[in-house]
């Protein structure tokens, strides 16, 4: 049986004791700056007010005797002003309840598969038309199936307000990547009355992600993000390892080890890189059959003297270290007399 966490009190129908000043003024129309019901005020120049006009705020009976409403900071005050979401219609208590999912099934490369994902959605009463799949890395911000569920899931809810739309996902790691998307995965389903439901992770189960539930949300959202750094760590101890053992990941090289025997040879018989460059062309790689570039010519001289005259250097090195030490030491002068004994 499913586990519920949070209350599942619609975020779109807060009761009136827990309903804020500014959701009560933002249910009513702004008559000075025209602002529509779900909207903050706006300044003459085109940004969110820092306070509500007067004569909207007035309209709301417990504040008519206030000086100032201020603008809440999710509102963001000073910045361009955008329309809000609309206050929904209230809902008709007699319209029968039930309960809508969406599903969202992600794998970050083309060798991975679905159809684990997708027999754990569907066994659990997901329609396949309804759940929304991809092959997508979490790298990549916009991922257009998992926008496509979330657009649906509005929708479904716009037309349905009394009925509850779960979003699901097989778990946690397929809906984001970090702790700052995943917190606002949690503000977007909050905002439009949407409720998530993970089927496999830490936590699965259905969870409603306003309240006091928020905080368990983002502190997976955090674990999730520990987890993907710890995986980056080992990855890069795993590539220095490979490195000292000779292994270099990467792509191949523009200037090859043949080219920086040629184009030292023929600058000694006093031709130019200018002139050498239009000869070499580049074996492999994503710009193979094409010229190297002079620049990279020049830079791969460069690192390439660094690279001779190293080994000479800490050779000299050793060398003068042991001429030091074998240098045959002056004998100290014998002590002369005190000239208080004479």
């Not at 949070?6 to 975020?11: D, E, F, K, Q, R």
């Not at 000043?21 to 529509?36: F, G, I, S, Y």
């Not at 992770?201 to 955090?222: C, E, M, V």
Request: charge should be positive; glycine fraction near 8%.
């Amino acid at each position: 049986m499913a586990r519920t966490f949070g209350a599942m009190t619609s975020p779109q129908h807060p009761s009136p004791a827990d309903r804020s000043d500014a959701d009560a003024v933002e249910a009513h129309a702004c008559p000075k700056c025209e602002a529509q019901p779900g909207s903050p005020c706006r300044s003459r120049g085109g940004a969110v007010a820092s306070a509500y006009h007067t004569r909207r705020f007035t309209r709301v009976p417990r504040l008519k005797k206030a000086l100032r409403v201020p603008t809440p900071a999710d509102r963001a005050p000073g910045r361009p002003w955008r329309p809000g979401t609309p206050p929904p219609a209230p809902v008709d208590p007699a319209l029968p309840s039930a309960d809508i999912r969406i599903g969202y099934a992600r794998c970050s490369t083309l060798g991975q598969e679905l159809d684990s994902q997708l027999d754990a959605l569907a066994g659990h009463g997901i329609p396949r038309d309804k759940i929304f799949a991809e092959k997508i890395s979490t790298r990549i911000r916009v991922r257009p199936k998992s926008e496509e569920a979330l657009r649906t899931a509005r929708v479904v809810k716009a037309h349905a307000p009394h009925c509850r739309v779960i979003f699901t996902a097989y778990e946690m790691k397929r809906l984001g990547r970090d702790a700052a998307e995943l917190t606002a995965l949690a503000d977007h389903l909050t905002a439009h009355g949407l409720i998530l439901e993970m089927l496999a992770g830490p936590l699965p189960g259905i969870y409603d992600p306003t309240g006091p539930g928020k905080l368990l949300f983002a502190f997976f959202a955090a674990m999730a993000e520990t987890e993907r750094e710890n995986i980056c760590e080992s990855t890069l101890e795993g590539l220095d390892t490979a490195a000292r053992k000779g292994k270099h990941g990467g792509r191949p090289p523009v200037v090859t080890d043949d080219m920086l025997r040629t184009v030292p040879r023929r600058r000694a018989g006093g031709e130019s890189v200018e002139r050498i460059q239009p000869d070499l062309i580049i074996p492999t790689g994503k710009r193979k059959g094409h010229n190297p570039s002079v620049a990279s010519i020049y830079r791969a001289l460069a690192e390439h003297a660094k690279r001779e005259a190293y080994p000479e250097a800490v050779e000299q090195a050793h060398a003068d270290f042991a001429a030091s030490r074998t240098a045959t030491v002056p004998e100290p002068r014998p002590d002369t007399p005190d000239r208080a004994s004479l």
